[in-house]
């Protein structure tokens, strides 16, 4: 794994989402806009958004940037992109280095407008310091790039790529305690929820807005999170050779 080789690909990346303004607007201002009417549909009742809008806060960038990595990573694959880089002397774990890093600079950007929104300007009333919730969306950011990285290898059409969106981040909506605590759904639910990684984003954000100081619950979380990305990035190298064989 060379350095200049991942920046040059991380550069090359961001030269291309420059370029494509849409792609930009889903990434950056959707989940702004998401927490903005959010915030507004509880107009009358502001505990309520208090109560879920950090976890939405976590949640919606890790959504938008799932759809966003996938449907870009395919399309280099399907445009023969990957096949012409991969036939140069770039390691995959290069390619996949500089798709991560290329899309975290965007989730870094991404996550800062929306913690920022919520807390400074939303109003959310957040007990422990609005830079931890910056750091657990900024992990849900990064995951969802790994996962959108990963299930590109699947699909063979943009269409497809936004048909493993119910596969892989509904599921994990429904059982990250969002709609109601973990412990409180049937033993087999709880124990799927206790390996899908949105239920620790979902657990560290709620740390966040209920403890002053730094949690080991809350250490657990960012580490689970941050991990299940690694991981999945991993997935993602290891599946790159069969799709541009």
Same mark, same amino acid.
């Given at each position: 794994?060379?350095?200049?080789?991942?920046?040059?690909?991380?550069?090359?990346?961001?030269?291309? =989402?420059? /370029? *494509? $303004?849409?792609?930009?607007?889903?990434?950056?201002?959707? !989940?702004?806009?998401?927490?903005?009417?959010?915030?507004?549909?509880?107009?009358?009742? !502001?505990?309520?958004?208090?109560?879920?809008?950090?976890?939405?806060?976590?949640?919606? +960038?890790?959504?938008?940037?799932?759809?966003?990595?996938?449907?870009?990573?395919?399309?280099?694959?399907?445009?023969?992109?990957?096949?012409?880089?991969?036939?140069? +002397?770039?390691?995959?774990?290069?390619?996949?280095?500089?798709?991560?890093?290329?899309?975290?600079?965007?989730?870094?950007?991404?996550?800062?407008?929306?913690?920022?929104?919520?807390? %400074?300007?939303?109003?959310?009333?957040?007990?422990?310091? $609005? %830079? =931890?919730?910056?750091?657990?969306? &900024?992990? *849900?950011? &990064?995951?969802? #790039?790994?996962?959108? =990285?990963?299930?590109?290898?699947?699909?063979?059409?943009?269409?497809?790529?936004?048909?493993?969106? +119910?596969?892989?981040?509904?599921?994990?909506?429904?059982?990250?305690?969002?709609? #109601? !605590?973990? *412990?409180?759904?049937?033993?087999? =639910?709880?124990?799927?929820?206790?390996?899908? +990684?949105?239920?620790?984003?979902?657990?560290?954000?709620?740390?966040?807005?209920? /403890?002053?100081?730094?949690?080991?619950?809350?250490?657990?979380?960012?580490?689970?999170?941050?991990?299940?990305?690694? &991981?999945?990035?991993?997935?993602?190298?290891?599946?790159?050779?069969?799709?541009?064989?």
């Amino acid at each position: 794994m060379s350095s200049a080789r991942t920046l040059a690909t991380a550069a090359r990346v961001l030269r291309q =989402l420059r /370029h *494509d $303004p849409r792609s930009i607007a889903l990434m950056l201002l959707v !989940p702004c806009l998401m927490l903005f009417l959010l915030r507004y549909v509880f107009d009358g009742s !502001p505990g309520t958004f208090d109560n879920i809008g950090a976890s939405l806060l976590g949640i919606f +960038p890790l959504i938008t940037m799932f759809l966003v990595t996938s449907i870009a990573t395919l399309r280099e694959r399907t445009s023969g992109t990957l096949e012409r880089l991969l036939a140069m +002397p770039l390691g995959k774990a290069d390619l996949i280095a500089g798709y991560a890093l290329a899309f975290g600079l965007l989730a870094v950007v991404q996550s800062t407008l929306a913690t920022g929104l919520a807390v %400074w300007f939303l109003g959310l009333d957040v007990i422990g310091s $609005p %830079w =931890l919730l910056l750091l657990v969306a &900024l992990l *849900d950011a &990064l995951l969802g #790039t790994a996962l959108g =990285l990963f299930v590109s290898a699947f699909a063979a059409s943009e269409f497809q790529a936004v048909q493993f969106m +119910p596969a892989v981040i509904f599921p994990q909506l429904l059982l990250c305690g969002l709609f #109601t !605590p973990r *412990d409180r759904m049937a033993p087999a =639910l709880e124990a799927i929820s206790d390996v899908l +990684p949105m239920s620790y984003a979902v657990d560290g954000m709620n740390q966040v807005l209920r /403890h002053t100081d730094v949690t080991g619950d809350f250490i657990r979380d960012a580490v689970v999170v941050a991990g299940c990305a690694l &991981l999945v990035l991993g997935l993602g190298a290891a599946t790159l050779r069969r799709r541009t064989a």
